[in-house]
């Protein structure tokens, strides 16, 4: 089974510009999540999304979003780049609530913000 | 609020010596608790939760929830245990994981 597969895999970008990233499933998994990681503040969450609908949220400015596909893939965009938006941001998919709860990895995008 | 916390950054064990990574919690519901671990080079994992009561690779985890616990432990550390360690927790029903800042421990031969 092909694992958690992200998006670039590294990009740099300019202050004020807008970046997307990626992220396809592993197949069968329906719920999506984001997560910001970087030396200072660890692993930070983003949001969720689970048959294209967000389902929770973490605290990150409106520049931060995301979107889900009818396939499950999912992208996250953020926009006006900020010198701290600089990050590992990792995806990770998991089958629905209820089941263990273990959330597979991506090897994740690194974002480099001039 | 949900709060995870590690407080070793750094932890550096011999070979053979027995291996603890401290957990704390805070959060006023019924948590679940797991360990991710990150190997160099390779993707963050799911070590082990709590619900399971399991040992994976010779660690072990136990929930106190009287003193909002889940410390790590493992009797006797190995050098492929050099690794970044993660705590996490969730609330029942949640897909969100709160996580620690991590310890990175590392087994001297």
């Known amino acids: 089974k092909a694992g958690v597969t992200q998006t670039p895999r590294y990009l740099i970008k300019t202050r004020g510009q807008q970046v997307t990233l990626s992220c396809s499933p592993i197949?069968?998994?329906?719920?999506v999540s984001w997560y910001q990681q970087t030396p200072g503040q660890g692993l930070q969450f983003l949001f969720e999304?689970?048959?294209?609908?967000?389902?929770n949220k973490g605290n990150f400015p409106g520049r931060f979003s995301g979107r889900q596909f009818s396939n499950s893939r999912s992208e996250m965009n953020v926009s006006t780049l900020e010198l701290g938006d600089s990050a590992l941001y990792l995806c990770?998919?998991?089958?629905?609530?209820?089941?263990?709860?273990?959330?597979?990895f991506g090897e994740g995008s690194r974002l480099t913000v001039l | 609020a949900q709060r995870v916390t590690q407080p070793e950054k750094l932890l550096s064990v011999f070979k053979g010596a027995p291996v603890e990574l401290k957990c704390n919690y805070s959060?006023?519901?019924?948590?679940?608790l797991f360990w991710y671990v990150q190997y160099s080079r390779q993707r963050l994992q799911l070590l082990l939760r709590?619900?399971s009561r399991e040992s994976i690779k010779g660690f072990t985890a136990d929930l106190n929830k009287g003193e909002t616990s889940f410390h790590l432990k493992k009797p006797f550390a190995q050098e492929e245990d050099s690794a970044m360690y993660y705590c996490?927790?969730?609330?029942?029903?949640?897909?969100?994981?709160?996580f620690g800042t991590g310890t990175r421990l590392t087994i001297i031969p």
């Open positions: 709590h619900i």
């Open positions: 197949s069968g998994h329906r719920s």
């Open positions: 999304y689970f048959s294209e609908t967000q389902r």
């Open positions: 990770a998919s998991s089958l629905p609530t209820g089941n263990t709860g273990e959330l597979f």
């Open positions: 959060y006023s519901g019924s948590p679940e």
């Open positions: 996490a927790l969730r609330a029942r029903g949640n897909e969100k994981l709160t």
